[in-house]
Each structure stands twice: as C-alpha cells, then as structure tokens.
C-alpha cells in the first residue's frame, strides 16, 4: 500500500540554523500539507500546497518558514533560522481529489 | 476561529468493553469529519471519516456519528483489544478541502 515517508526519522540542529525537513507524497497525490505536533500537545496545520503554490498557511507559518517541491516526488519544509520553541514533531500529509489526508511518520526536530 | 473540543483527555477500559469518545466543533460549514489513531512514535493514521451528510457510519469495531444540529460527533469501538490502546483524535474540516482541524486528543488504555 501507498504511503507517505519522511527523512530524516530525527534531527538535532543548534539554534539559529537552517534546516530542510524532506517528504515524499504518495505518488499521484495532488494536495501536500506540513502540520507539527509539539509533545503531548495535539497536531496544528502549518501549510498546505497545491499546484506549486501555498494555497493556505497558518499563523504559525511565519517568514522562517518555506516550501518547495523542487520535483515531482518531494516535497520540503525549510526552517531559515530555528528557534528553541520550534522542537516538535513535523508530519507531511497528502491527498488525491478526494477528502482522506495520509500522514507519514514524522521528524523529530530537536533545537538545542 | 475553528475549534475542535474533545473529551476524555484520557479512558481506561476493559478488554472487550466499549470505549467512545466525543467530540465538538464551532463551525457549521465544516463538512468531513475524519478519525485519527496515533501510536507511539508514528504519524496520525486514518481510521475512519464521515462526511455532513451522512449520520453514520460503521466499520467492523469503529463506527462514528455525527450529529450536525448539536455540532457533536463520536467515535465508538466495541469490544476492545489491547492494541486499540492509542492515542486518538477527531478532526474537522473547514472550508473546504484544505487544513484538517484536530481535536486535543483522547488516550485509551485497554487492559487485558
């Protein structure tokens, strides 16, 4: 079965760094999205994109953070400079036309 | 803004009791109701969904409902196992095909 995957699984980056957190969709998706889940809390929407565009973005979403799908298969969130409070899971999500969102299986983004 | 109230934050049940768990959302226009079930370590995963126009909806131990008038849905799992044990969350979808709204979250504990 189709599924999304996300690299890497975990990682540890000093605040004030830029890193990219990649995804491959499930491969005739359409619509990709990013949403984070800090521990224990529950998971908020950061963005979504289709067409190669953002079509909506949460406040969360600020200027630190891009997308890009710099080919047909991936699909990455760039953090320009990570803040402490930015440590959370990272889960990409996609969808074909219809409702049903897939979620991969995260990255742990730890800030120190 | 949208909103999705869930309760309880955390239900321990016996081996093959029920378990159900409620939630609550603030928009009228949201549409698509999905359930995720989340397990130590991994991404959200699909259990289930409902969209607005139906009332019910059953698959083998899960089944939802929904309540449109009272803005209410629920899930429902009957004659639990141990490995239902998971955290779960409802969803809701505003606006259209975009962000997915979810709930804070209900952990649930099957003893054997």
């Known amino acids: 079965e189709p599924e999304v995957t996300q690299t890497p699984s975990h990682q540890v980056t000093q605040m004030g760094q830029e890193v990219i957190l990649r995804c491959v969709p499930i491969?005739?998706?359409?619509?990709f999205y990013w949403y984070r889940q800090i521990l224990g809390q529950k998971v908020e929407f950061l963005v979504s994109f289709y067409n190669n565009e953002i079509s909506e973005k949460s406040e969360i979403f600020d200027d630190q953070f891009s997308v890009e799908r710099p080919d047909g298969s991936n699909f990455t969130l760039k953090i320009r400079s990570t803040k402490l409070e930015d440590s959370a899971m990272y889960f990409c999500a996609s969808r074909d036309r219809g409702f049903e969102q897939y979620f991969g299986p995260g990255t742990r983004l730890t800030v120190t | 803004g949208e909103n999705v109230e869930q309760h309880p934050s955390t239900l321990s049940v016996q081996e093959g009791d029920s378990a159900v768990i409620k939630c609550t959302y603030s928009?009228?226009?949201?549409?698509?109701f999905p359930w995720y079930k989340q397990e130590l370590g991994k991404g959200p995963q699909l259990i289930i969904d409902i969209r607005s126009n139906v009332g019910e909806k059953k698959d083998q131990r899960i089944a939802v409902t929904l309540n449109k008038t009272a803005k209410h849905f629920s899930l429902h799992i009957t004659e639990t196992q141990p490995e239902d044990s998971a955290v779960y969350f409802c969803a809701a979808n505003f606006r259209g095909y975009q962000k997915v709204t979810f709930g804070t979250g209900t952990k649930l504990q099957v003893i054997p």
């Open positions: 491969s005739n998706h359409l619509y």
């Open positions: 928009d009228s226009a949201s549409n698509y």
